[in-house]
């Protein structure tokens, strides 16, 4: 699948959204509070999640092509300060260490990834394409738990609708139900087909009969594939047990 963001705009969205990841540590009264969209996790966890990540998927991009992840010990990371001003320095060195990295790999570089049945490619720019998607869920949940969170910007949120289906649904384990086609229609004009079959799950962007679809803003499909706005929140047409079942499934 292709994206209209273009590598430069990657990086950039990274750099933007760790920005106002940070801000929103700042502003917290204190990081014990607990993360209402994470279970178990405090708004500290939340931030050791994110800089440890960032450490990792820095040195996954360095090591290049290869059949497993780093070894931790490559990593190169420390545990999460607990002083809020050391925090957030951290943060910044954690994201601007994986900027440096896939800014010196470039787009086209293979590396390992964990989604090599998908219709993303295993390369640096895919994984600078999903990274802008972690960051800024996080943001949301970071932003959620101090106070208000803001919307996902546009071009985060329509890039992102295509980056979860062709990543993290995309697959060529068989789908275990009857063949169905579900469509995703955004408010800002977009939309996607899911073809769901014993070949496996594929996405593409052309118009096809479908047997249940959905309409919403970009940023509120976005949060609901990830678990922060329920199924319920989109408008729904068609047969809902197809979503239920494919929330459900687990492809081998």
Request: a negative charge; one cysteine or more; hydrophobic letters at 40%.
């Amino acid at each position: 699948m292709s994206t209209n963001l273009d590598f430069s705009d990657l990086l950039r969205l990274i750099d933007e959204r760790s920005t106002a990841f940070r801000a929103a540590i700042a502003a917290a009264p204190r990081l014990d509070v607990p993360v209402p969209t994470c279970p178990d996790w405090t708004l500290a966890d939340l931030a050791q999640h994110l800089g440890e990540g960032r450490h990792r998927w820095a040195a996954t991009v360095a090591a290049g092509p290869a059949d497993a992840p780093p070894d931790r010990s490559l990593w190169n990371t420390s545990a999460a300060p607990q002083d809020r001003a050391e925090l957030l320095d951290w943060l910044a060195e954690s994201a601007q260490r994986l900027i440096d990295a896939l800014r010196e790999a470039g787009p086209d570089r293979g590396c390992w990834t964990w989604w090599d049945t998908s219709q993303s490619p295993q390369t640096s720019g895919a994984v600078a394409r999903h990274q802008v998607q972690e960051v800024a869920l996080h943001t949301y949940d970071a932003q959620l738990t101090v106070g208000e969170a803001e919307p996902l910007p546009v071009e985060v949120a329509l890039d992102g609708v295509d980056e979860f289906l062709s990543t993290c649904v995309a697959t060529t384990s068989p789908w275990p139900h009857d063949p169905a086609v579900v469509e995703y229609r955004t408010i800002e004009g977009q939309s996607w087909t899911l073809h769901l079959s014993a070949a496996g799950a594929r996405v593409d962007r052309l118009a096809a009969p479908a047997d249940v679809s959905t309409e919403s803003t970009a940023g509120e499909l976005v949060l609901t594939f990830y678990g922060r706005n329920p199924v319920e929140a989109l408008k729904l047409d068609g047969d809902r047990r197809i979503l239920d079942r494919l929330v459900a499934w687990e492809p081998e």
